[in-house]
């Protein structure tokens, strides 16, 4: 039975150029190779001959521009970038004349980067690479950074990471090439070891003393091999080769993906990105600083705005109440008289839709005495619905009731501007006050409604029924103004119409103004919306400047770890693995970015509280802002992220 070769290149051709008007350029003609499981083959070649794109094919770093690649009788000429990562991943293991460890993971982590891509698991990754430490004698250089290792050292550790996923085949680009002749003599040692227990050694070199130790030498010139010729001194290993029967491609069916879960490769990807910008983290601070200014920005923006205009609506709220609508007497635009208003208005406007309760009002400006104490007051008065309609509060006591009104009860309740000055630190409830020199009876003190006012001028008040108060004190039952309170303020707008007709129609004049306030309420909260809206876009542009910047200094790192790349490719990342790394990595800044702009807010608002500048944090504009520089970053992030998965391995290995 005639042996398939594991490895079959028929009539290859490789040529560059041609686009652009640029010339072609063809690098080999037609090659002919058969590689067979458990050979140890040397390429040799001058500068120029071809060797290194042929190794680069081989590889499944770089596809032919015609000919056939058999690769354990199956034609992987066509085999989309996926599949060749698959193969490289499973199949080869590279060590190259530059080393081409990654400078920023220790040997340990450089090991290890092909099984991350395969999928294996912590576990098992870390009791390989001891098995290789110790194997390659580095069990006491694990911790080291390249920089901190000799070439020999350097490149043993590459040859460990070539056996990590098995390393069945071991293509070594002139791996002696850049080491004194003692590491060089080790590394051949290694490499004849290798060959002695089945792995498929292809190695490339310009040196034939190096090629001369192979089982069996090609020599390439001008991008046609020249000559294919047994080493006769080489000794034969007859031992059995442990990987003939590995079927590669049947494999494929089910492990072109990684044996690993969704978030072990997110967990991974964010273990590397967070060793990345550690290494750099200047870099990264100052990338930082746009995502930080632009979360901060928006909350203490938002916070600030969110306080003022909460404070404008309770106002409002407190002062206009959320369903009252008030009607006014005013000028008649025809007659020029001053119009009045009275019960027979009141019970017109009971009896529409929509008024849920009604009350007249009066108002002066007179003395409050209470024995030695005097002091100025608004009397307003109101029949009893009144503590709803005005939406008060009561501290102490009651509010009068219907039958206080009904009964002419010379009762009052007081604002707590009154309260605090005529008995200061003694209860008022069952005192009497004089008001005009007329006996009232306290029964009640309202809250202080300056908390939300900050203006003590609305405690100052005294509270009485209507009846008593307009009789005895103005002499009169007509109302100063009327007072409704709305079942439903979303149809304030057509109640207030259909009490404009109704009031017309009856009095045969336009001598009353309408004041419209859960209307002016929900237009003051549609300018709050429309003013975190655009506090929400300054504190946005911010986070776009963000981006901006992490888009530049991703595309900047692309650049700068080009070749990281190309060794990431190499050891097995597919083109999603390279992307999701830079995305991560673009997340992850955004991310801590997002944390560190919230710790700021935290501290800038808690300043501005301190300082007496009213801010409320809001949970929602946090949430906002984080998740506004996460996304960021994820938009940013794409495009770098794109450009470093799309490079071509072979360009990427060579770049600087």
């Avoid at 008001?435 to 006012?453: A, K, Q, T, W």
């Avoid at 800038?604 to 949430?623: D, T, V």
Wanted: some cysteine.
């Amino acid at each position: 039975m005639v042996e398939t070769p594991l490895i079959e290149l028929k009539n290859i051709y490789k040529s560059y150029g041609g686009k652009d008007g640029a010339p072609i350029h063809t690098v080999l003609h037609g090659i002919d190779l058969s590689i067979y499981t458990g050979e140890f083959v040397a390429i040799v070649g001058a500068s120029g001959s071809g060797k290194s794109t042929l190794m680069n094919i081989l590889g499944c770093l770089d596809k032919s521009s015609s000919g056939e690649y058999l690769f354990a009788g199956k034609d992987i000429s066509n085999f989309n970038a996926d599949e060749l990562a698959y193969l490289r991943r499973e199949a080869f293991g590279f060590v190259f004349q530059g080393y081409h460890l990654i400078p920023t993971l220790d040997t340990n982590h450089n090991i290890q980067v092909p099984s991350i891509y395969k999928g294996t698991d912590f576990e098992d990754r870390e009791n390989r690479t001891n098995e290789l430490l110790n194997r390659l004698g580095l069990e006491t250089k694990k911790d080291y950074y390249p920089n901190q290792l000799s070439g020999g050292q350097q490149q043993r550790v590459s040859i460990a990471r070539a056996l990590m996923n098995g390393g069945y085949i071991i293509l070594a680009d002139e791996p002696t090439g850049a080491l004194d002749s003692k590491s060089g003599i080790e590394v051949m040692k290694l490499l004849k070891e290798l060959a002695t227990i089945g792995h498929t050694i292809i190695l490339i070199t310009h040196d034939l003393e190096v090629a001369s130790q192979a089982q069996r030498v090609v020599r390439i010139s001008d991008g046609l091999i020249i000559e294919d010729s047994k080493n006769s001194t080489y000794k034969e290993i007859n031992s059995k080769n442990s990987f003939e029967n590995i079927d590669f491609i049947g494999q494929m069916k089910i492990g072109i993906k990684q044996d690993s879960s969704i978030i072990e490769d997110i967990s991974e990807a964010f273990s590397t990105a967070w060793k990345t910008l550690w290494v750099n983290r200047f870099r990264t601070l100052l990338t930082l600083l746009g995502i930080i200014i632009g979360v901060s920005a928006v909350i203490v923006l938002m916070g600030v705005g969110l306080a003022t205009s909460e404070k404008a609506l309770k106002q409002m709220e407190v002062f206009g109440g959320v369903n009252r609508v008030s009607i006014w007497p005013k000028h008649d635009d025809i007659t020029k008289y001053m119009g009045t208003l009275n019960s027979k208005d009141i019970e017109i406007i009971e009896q529409l839709d929509n008024i849920e309760l009604i009350t007249p009002t009066q108002g002066t400006d007179v003395a409050v005495k209470y024995g030695n104490q005097s002091i100025g007051a608004f009397i307003l008065m109101t029949n009893e619905l009144g503590l709803k309609i005005f939406n008060w509060e009561i501290e102490n006591g009651e509010f009068f009731t219907k039958e206080d009104e009904e009964n002419l009860e010379r009762v009052a309740v007081l604002g707590k501007v009154i309260k605090d000055k005529l008995f200061e630190n003694e209860s008022s409830i069952g005192k009497y006050i004089l008001i005009e020199n007329i006996p009232f009876r306290v029964i009640g003190e309202l809250s202080d409604m300056s908390v939300y006012s900050g203006d003590k001028d609305d405690d100052q008040m005294v509270v009485l029924p209507f009846t008593v108060g307009a009789t005895q004190l103005l002499n009169t039952l007509d109302s100063e103004a009327i007072q409704t309170y709305l079942q439903d303020y979303n149809i304030a707008e057509e109640t207030v119409e259909n009490m404009t007709n109704t009031l017309k129609n009856s009095r045969d004049t336009d001598d009353f103004r309408i004041y419209n306030n859960p209307s002016r309420i929900q237009a003051q909260k549609q300018a709050n919306q429309d003013q975190s809206i655009m506090i929400a876009l300054i504190g946005g542009i911010s986070l776009v400047v963000g981006g901006i910047g992490i888009m530049n200094i991703m595309l900047m790192a692309v650049k700068e770890r080009t070749k990281e790349i190309g060794i990431r490719m190499a050891t097995g990342a597919r083109q999603s693995d390279i992307k999701r790394q830079f995305l991560t990595e673009a997340i992850l800044v955004s991310f801590i970015g997002g944390i560190a702009g919230v710790i700021v807010a935290i501290l800038i608002g808690s300043i501005l509280i301190y300082f007496n500048i009213e801010l409320i944090f809001s949970i929602k504009a946090i949430l906002i802002a984080f998740s506004s520089a996460v996304i960021t970053g994820l938009i940013f992030g794409y495009i770098p992220a794109s450009k470093a998965s799309k490079l071509d391995p072979v360009v990427a290995l060579n770049g600087e």
